[in-house]
């Protein structure tokens, strides 16, 4: 739940992002910006090779910019409580559950 009462559930979000072609998996957290504000983040998992085919050999940078611009489309489909304000993209694969679920508490 955000601080202004809203609830968000981030499987909601994640499945929209996990659907852009080169994610493999997302996690959705809020971080605080201030002592009454939170905002929606991202931490995504990028397919390092889907990416590179697509926009070939490239700084990190290029990569968050091109999923970045995918979350901006996402973003315009949610009411602003539910807009992703700031992403981090890695190609290191989240930490699991023998259950193959993704250890959220190990993420941020």
């Not at 910006?33 to 490239?58: Q, R």
């Not at 290029?62 to 602003?80: A, F, R, T, V």
Request: glycine share 2%; proline share 3%.
């Amino acid at each position: 739940m955000l601080r202004n009462g809203k609830n968000v559930y981030p499987e909601e979000i994640e499945a929209l992002i996990n659907k852009i072609p080169y994610v493999k998996e997302s996690i959705v957290y809020q971080r605080e910006k201030s002592s009454t504000d939170t905002m929606l983040c991202a931490k995504i998992v990028y397919d390092e090779d889907l990416i590179k085919s697509e926009l070939g050999e490239k700084a990190e940078k290029e990569y968050k910019e091109k999923i970045w611009k995918e979350i901006k489309e996402i973003n315009k489909k949610l009411p602003d409580f539910k807009h992703i304000k700031k992403i981090e993209i890695t190609k290191e694969e989240f930490v699991k559950t023998t259950t193959h679920k993704i250890k959220r508490y190990m993420v941020h």
